[in-house]
């Protein structure tokens, strides 16, 4: 199409992909598990929807057009690197997976980014640090680990401890709300 | 294996320390049990929102130029999509079309623009250069969403253009303003330089002028000094040559007629925030208004009194000098301000200060527009009673009439608090606008209501003026104090918050 990012119709598209962008981000990193090209394979499906904005009919089922596209990229881009050593799952899993995450709203996922915002302040700073290393830093768990003289092993049994903490607040918090959760 | 089994299983391969003999049990347990399936989704979703969680907190940090577009493939078509704050999806977009990658050449514009703008670049009408960041080449076209920009030619041509913009550079000398409006200061050398609207084609003879142009009314033009030349390009095709202080309208038939100019009517220096008002109620006037909006000189305040007492009777110890106190009985402060029209991106920020308990502090803290209950068309931010089974919170309400969104923490302690309230033009699928709520600098949780069906139509109308304190049509009003409120046409983002909170200054 005539490239207008004022119209209307782009603006609602621009607007249908912005908000889906954490279900879509989430669904592409659950067919990949621990895969280190999750955002070049959000980026790619993210350029084919817009490639195919003249495809997608207002009104209709944005999230199930767009994660169709999506599978079909990470599965593109599973063939590619087909000799990697990460684990992949199973056709029959990634079917169930799709039909799963398909029920998620992105209303949904908004309100978790909302309820892990308050959920981290309930953690200790030092626990704080650790999941921002974990997610963020430039240095390594096993680097942090030798700085502060602690096995790496260990620290991976506190981040899945700390990360069933936030999910539990999560869904406590949603729960709160009612509503939506 | 145990629910939580397969929990520890999924984090250890989503930190990639699953032994390869774990998978299988693990695709099993996938495979045949829902509810393992579900908890292997809510730990992805989990995974990345902590991972855009500590990635916005890091991109929010201040930087010179916000908005910059970042191009992860140099050979090829590339839409980049950032999530600048992932917790309510306030979005920057990025859009670069058609690059390849050729030898830079000196630029014929280079822009800045001021914190927390929100602009998409398009280059797709470019010839195959690739313009240097912060650089336009021929054929470049802008969109400003919000915020403001200034453009700097190569021929000494300055120019300040604040959103809602769009603008195509078509040559070194000649712009096409679709929409916005931009202020022009051109030098001797640059004399010939042309702006061109949908209606207007301007032609500068050596000057400084501005020109608005609107999708829903007549193009404008304002000589603010000097000399320029205007043609009316419909129609009749009327031109004239205007002088300093003259000011004209384009109308469809193609005629020039003339308005009164607004020599404050336009920015023309870059601000070093979104284009704002500010009530500080401090200094010789202290219900002066100040800021960086166009036309804020022209804005009056009044404060309606509950009795015949002075005025300066009403300003108590603020957060920052002094605050305004309203009684709850009908004390309000009154503006000529329409306030934002439609989807207008805003922020409201102040600090507040309330007694707990009170029945008559609930009253309205700011608001503007159309008051039918039957529509979206005002826009009142209050504090509104939350029943805990042991004592009575005030929280924070955004009203729109048939909508409404309500934060969480107790406002109304006796104690200062700094709220800001952000609305973004764009929506969720369901229609309610993206909108977070900031309490002493932290971000709400927030409850939409009705939040069982798709919202109804949000739009701002032009009808009552902007107003602090006012009291709602069943008499209840403000009791409290407010320090320091600024509105912004934009969404501040949560460091600019923080740094109002802190500074008390933009």
Known sequence: MAFDPRSEPAREFVRLLTNHQGVLQSFIASMMPGHPDTADVLQETNLTLWEKIDDFEPGTNFQAWAFAIARFKVLDHLRKCRNSKLML????????????????????????VRALNNCMTTLRPKDQELVQIRYHSPESLEQYAQRIGRPVASLYVTLTRLRAILRRCIQSRLQEEGGLA | MKPSEIEIAIHRLLDGTLPPEAHPALQTALQNDPAALETYLDCVELDMMLSARVHSAAEEAPSQNPVEVTIRNQQRLALHVSLLAAAALFVLIGVILRLTSVPEKPSILTFRTSPDSVLTLDHSSTSPEVPAPGTLAVGSRVILQQGCLEFSFASGVRSIIKAPANLTLHSESRLHLAEGQAWFHVPKNAVGFQVATRELLVTDLGTEFAIVSNEDAGDEVHVLSGRVHAFNRNGLKQEETLSSGQARIADPAGRMKTIPIRPSGFLTFLPDSLPHLHWSFDGENPLQVEGTLPDFSAITTQAIQSDQRPESERLVVGKRGKALAFDGHG?????????????????????????????????????????????????????VPREDRSSTRGILRLGYGMNWIDGETNVADGDWHHIAIVESEASDSLGFPLVRFFVDGKEEDLTYFPRTKAAAPIETRFGEHFSMGRPLPEDIGFRGSIDELFIFEGTLSPASIHRLMSNHEP
């Open chain 2, 331 to 383: 004390e309000r402060v009154q503006t000529n301000w329409q306030g934002f029209e439609g989807r207008t991106p805003r922020t409201l920020a102040c600090w507040i200060k309330m007694s707990p308990n009170d029945p008559q502090g609930w009253g309205s803290i700011a608001e503007w527009g159309v008051g039918q209950e039957r529509e979206n068309s005002y826009w009142r931010v209050r504090v």
């Open chain 1, 89 to 112: 799952f199973s056709d029959e899993i990634l079917e169930r997976l799709s039909v799963a995450a398909a029920q998620r709203h992105p209303l949904l996922y908004d309100a978790k």
